[in-house]
């Protein structure tokens, strides 16, 4: 006697339900959130120069969303978040900078610490242009 369940049709039927049953049981990742671009220039006092140093932003909303900058010879950056994507999420940010050995000597303790740094951004929905002036 011929079993029905046994056959060749029957049995891609059911692995068709099934991958239509995980797929959506399966949670779906979520993109990434929109980013816009941060960009500025960091000058120091003394026309000494800022390559090098590293600037990081601290999102004061979602910490996954904390950004960083490397400075170019010409003393400008571009922050970036995600490393697929460049840009900031929009909010409110706390900003401190690090140096490397190559620099030392270049950046006063204060800006090495948010909150010593005094320095703030609020991203918005838009190209955002951020100076930094360093005593």
Same mark, same amino acid.
């Given at each position: 006697?011929?079993?029905?369940? @046994?056959?060749?049709?029957? @049995?891609?039927?059911?692995?068709?339900?099934?991958?239509?049953?995980?797929?959506?049981?399966?949670?779906?990742?979520?993109?990434?959130?929109?980013?816009?671009?941060?960009?500025?220039?960091?000058?120091?006092?003394?026309?000494?120069?800022?390559?090098?140093?590293?600037?990081?932003?601290?999102?004061?909303?979602?910490?996954?969303?904390?950004?960083? #900058? @490397?400075?170019?010879?010409?003393?400008?950056?571009? #922050?970036?978040?995600?490393?697929?994507?460049?840009?900031?999420?929009?909010?409110?940010?706390?900003?401190?900078?690090?140096?490397?050995?190559?620099? #030392?000597?270049?950046?006063?303790?204060?800006?090495?610490?948010?909150?010593?740094?005094?320095? @703030?951004?609020?991203?918005? #929905?838009?190209?955002?242009?951020?100076?930094?002036?360093?005593?």
């Amino acid at each position: 006697m011929n079993n029905p369940f @046994r056959s060749p049709a029957w @049995r891609a039927a059911c692995l068709s339900a099934l991958m239509v049953l995980v797929a959506g049981c399966t949670k779906k990742l979520p993109g990434l959130p929109t980013t816009y671009p941060v960009t500025g220039k960091v000058t120091v006092a003394g026309d000494k120069s800022s390559e090098g140093l590293v600037i990081g932003f601290k999102c004061l909303e979602t910490e996954s969303y904390n950004g960083s #900058a @490397r400075v170019k010879p010409d003393g400008t950056y571009s #922050a970036g978040a995600f490393p697929t994507a460049a840009g900031l999420v929009p909010g409110e940010y706390e900003i401190w900078l690090e140096q490397s050995a190559a620099v #030392a000597g270049v950046l006063a303790d204060k800006y090495k610490k948010t909150e010593t740094s005094g320095l @703030r951004l609020t991203v918005k #929905a838009e190209e955002n242009k951020f100076d930094i002036p360093l005593d």
